[in-house]
């Protein structure tokens, strides 16, 4: 910290001394016309002889990375946002006075380069400078071996420091946007309207789960970050947009793991006159799509294995894939009490009574779900814990419901919408009746909601794709805060 403050003063003292000699350490007048991307395309193709030809000067701005100094001439690294380029800066060619100030810069300043392209002796791309300036004076130092660091946790609290250092970071942020941009694209490509709902809920719905509550002084009423936007857009569908879709936050007072983080992005579509099996349809094509664009094909890698994403993908129900992984009997399965000695014989903690179509999904989640690296459709999950879906017309003890898993995660939910509003209703409040039980992610009553459904709605199938994951599948990254720019993190020690 001594050797920091140390480091802090010099370059305070610094910014004194370009001051009191007229160079402004904060300039905002260098007009900035290429980037060190641009110049590379246009001249990685030329030889030496070509470029020497070159009388085209470019102005780039960008930070000091590196440098080498040899007397009368230097050797700099200069990055911006479209990569790194080598810049050659010499006393004869920006002037005595110029290059004493350019003695003075340090790693980590921001400068603007005015110059023409050559290859070095080593036949490396670079910009000799007629004209060098120093437009931000920084004041802390860059970390140096950050890619030694082991607290990654500074890594997600200081990411600008993580995005300067780390172009591969840049690079995976930049593909999220990428993945972005081309689901919705695809969407209105597909005829979907992009819609805004609420992010503030007087009632928590859409989804199972504890909410984050705020209070609004105005209406002297407490409201709820959204879970999910899905019976704000279903209620879009009653009032008669067949295709709508929403990319967006939502906010779930859960734990946060690399799987989870309380404040995630999502987009959630609904299709009026579409059931279930037309959306697996639809997801396969989506995420092949964008698959395709982003990584140059269908195989990628993720950790030290590969996914196949070629459809078609395995679909299998619930009871199939426990039977399928969980090596038992679909008889015991059937029984209450044979399924529940089967739990707590992989390991399943049961406490009290619990449902049985609950059961079946606690023993998904612990034998099936790690299990499913290839994608893979489960479809007929229990009605029990399915409040919003529709029930099968052949057996009511399951809905018409899929959840699409890749390397051991949910990545998508979807089904088939209930839309009749007095099973809808009874399901509300069988939910409200296990709230006052305990259960404190059980949906709450929504009358508006209820309301809406008496209008009509549609046949419909709607479904959740969580974009966090989508890019951490895409980008191979192996936590959720490597695809967030700012995680939520604790508060830093003081």
Same mark, same amino acid.
């Given at each position: 910290?001594?050797?920091?403050?140390?480091?802090?003063?010099?370059?305070?003292?610094?910014?004194?001394?370009?001051?009191?000699?007229?160079?402004?350490?904060?300039?905002?007048?260098?007009?900035?016309?290429?980037?060190?991307?641009?110049?590379?395309?246009?001249?990685?193709?030329?030889?030496?002889?070509?470029?020497?030809?070159?009388?085209?000067?470019?102005?780039?701005?960008?930070?000091?990375?590196?440098?080498?100094?040899?007397?009368?001439?230097?050797?700099?690294?200069?990055?911006?946002?479209?990569?790194?380029?080598?810049?050659?800066?010499?006393?004869?060619?920006?002037?005595?006075?110029?290059?004493?100030?350019?003695?003075?810069?340090?790693? +980590?300043?921001?400068?603007?380069?005015?110059? @023409?392209?050559?290859? &070095?002796?080593?036949?490396? *791309?670079? =910009? /000799?400078?007629?004209?060098?300036?120093?437009?931000?004076?920084?004041?802390?130092?860059?970390?140096?071996?950050?890619?030694?660091?082991?607290?990654?946790?500074?890594?997600?609290?200081?990411?600008?420091?993580?995005?300067?250092?780390?172009?591969?970071?840049?690079?995976?942020?930049?593909?999220?946007?990428?993945?972005?941009?081309?689901?919705?694209?695809?969407?209105?490509?597909?005829?979907?309207?992009?819609?805004?709902?609420?992010?503030?809920?007087?009632?928590?719905? +859409?989804?199972?789960?504890?909410?984050?509550? @705020?209070?609004?002084? &105005?209406?002297?009423?407490? *409201?709820? =970050? /959204?879970?999910?936007?899905?019976?704000?857009?279903?209620?879009?569908?009653?009032?008669?947009?067949?295709?709508?879709?929403?990319?967006?936050?939502?906010?779930?007072?859960?734990?946060?793991?690399?799987?989870?983080?309380?404040?995630?992005?999502?987009?959630?579509?609904?299709?009026?006159?579409?059931?279930?099996?037309?959306?697996?349809?639809?997801?396969?094509?989506?995420?092949?799509?964008?698959?395709?664009?982003?990584?140059?094909?269908?195989?990628?890698?993720?950790?030290?294995?590969?996914?196949?994403?070629?459809?078609?993908?395995?679909?299998?129900?619930?009871?199939?894939?426990?039977?399928?992984?969980?090596?038992?009997?679909?008889?015991?399965?059937?029984?209450?009490?044979?399924?529940?000695?089967?739990?707590?014989?992989?390991?399943?903690?049961?406490?009290?009574?619990?449902?049985?179509?609950?059961?079946?999904?606690?023993?998904?989640?612990?034998?099936?779900?790690?299990?499913?690296?290839?994608?893979?459709?489960?479809?007929?999950?229990?009605?029990?814990?399915?409040?919003?879906?529709?029930?099968?017309?052949?057996?009511?003890?399951?809905?018409?419901?899929?959840?699409?898993?890749?390397?051991?995660?949910?990545?998508?939910?979807?089904?088939?919408?209930?839309?009749?509003?007095?099973?809808?209703?009874?399901?509300?409040?069988?939910?409200?009746?296990?709230?006052?039980?305990?259960?404190?992610?059980?949906?709450?009553?929504?009358?508006?909601?209820?309301?809406?459904?008496?209008?009509?709605?549609?046949?419909?199938?709607?479904?959740?794709?969580?974009?966090?994951?989508?890019?951490?599948?895409?980008?191979?990254?192996?936590?959720?805060?490597?695809?967030?720019?700012?995680?939520?993190?604790?508060?830093?020690?003081?």
């Amino acid at each position: 910290m001594e050797e920091l403050n140390e480091l802090l003063q010099q370059r305070r003292a610094k910014i004194d001394t370009f001051r009191e000699s007229s160079l402004n350490p904060f300039a905002n007048d260098f007009k900035v016309t290429h980037t060190t991307a641009q110049i590379v395309d246009m001249h990685a193709a030329d030889d030496k002889e070509k470029l020497e030809e070159c009388e085209q000067e470019y102005r780039i701005g960008g930070r000091v990375m590196a440098r080498r100094d040899f007397g009368k001439a230097a050797f700099l690294q200069l990055q911006d946002v479209g990569g790194r380029l080598q810049v050659y800066v010499a006393k004869n060619q920006v002037g005595e006075e110029a290059f004493e100030q350019f003695k003075k810069f340090d790693i +980590g300043d921001i400068i603007g380069v005015c110059g @023409t392209p050559f290859r &070095t002796k080593t036949d490396e *791309l670079s =910009l /000799r400078a007629s004209e060098i300036r120093l437009l931000t004076k920084s004041l802390l130092p860059l970390p140096e071996k950050w890619h030694g660091l082991t607290d990654v946790e500074t890594r997600y609290r200081q990411r600008y420091l993580d995005l300067i250092t780390n172009l591969d970071v840049r690079e995976t942020f930049r593909k999220r946007s990428e993945i972005v941009s081309l689901i919705r694209s695809f969407m209105i490509d597909n005829d979907y309207l992009e819609v805004e709902t609420p992010m503030m809920h007087p009632v928590a719905g +859409g989804a199972t789960a504890k909410p984050f509550v @705020t209070h609004h002084n &105005t209406l002297k009423m407490d *409201l709820f =970050l /959204r879970i999910a936007p899905e019976l704000y857009l279903k209620r879009l569908v009653v009032g008669g947009f067949d295709r709508v879709f929403e990319i967006n936050r939502n906010f779930r007072n859960e734990g946060i793991s690399i799987q989870h983080n309380p404040e995630f992005t999502m987009m959630e579509f609904y299709r009026a006159y579409a059931t279930y099996h037309d959306l697996m349809d639809f997801t396969e094509e989506l995420i092949c799509h964008v698959a395709d664009k982003v990584c140059g094909g269908l195989v990628i890698p993720y950790g030290d294995k590969e996914v196949d994403l070629t459809p078609p993908w395995d679909r299998l129900t619930l009871k199939e894939s426990i039977v399928k992984y969980g090596k038992v009997e679909m008889t015991v399965l059937e029984d209450h009490q044979q399924a529940l000695n089967f739990a707590k014989s992989v390991g399943i903690e049961i406490e009290g009574q619990i449902g049985h179509g609950k059961l079946l999904t606690e023993i998904f989640d612990e034998v099936v779900e790690p299990n499913l690296w290839q994608p893979t459709f489960i479809t007929e999950y229990p009605t029990e814990v399915s409040p919003l879906s529709r029930k099968n017309d052949e057996r009511p003890e399951v809905v018409d419901r899929f959840e699409l898993f890749v390397v051991g995660r949910e990545l998508a939910n979807a089904f088939s919408e209930l839309n009749d509003p007095i099973d809808q209703k009874e399901r509300f409040v069988q939910q409200l009746a296990e709230k006052a039980a305990g259960d404190e992610e059980a949906h709450e009553m929504d009358e508006d909601y209820i309301r809406a459904l008496e209008y009509g709605l549609p046949p419909t199938a709607g479904e959740g794709i969580g974009i966090d994951r989508l890019v951490m599948l895409l980008t191979n990254s192996a936590s959720i805060r490597d695809v967030i720019l700012f995680p939520q993190l604790r508060p830093e020690a003081g």
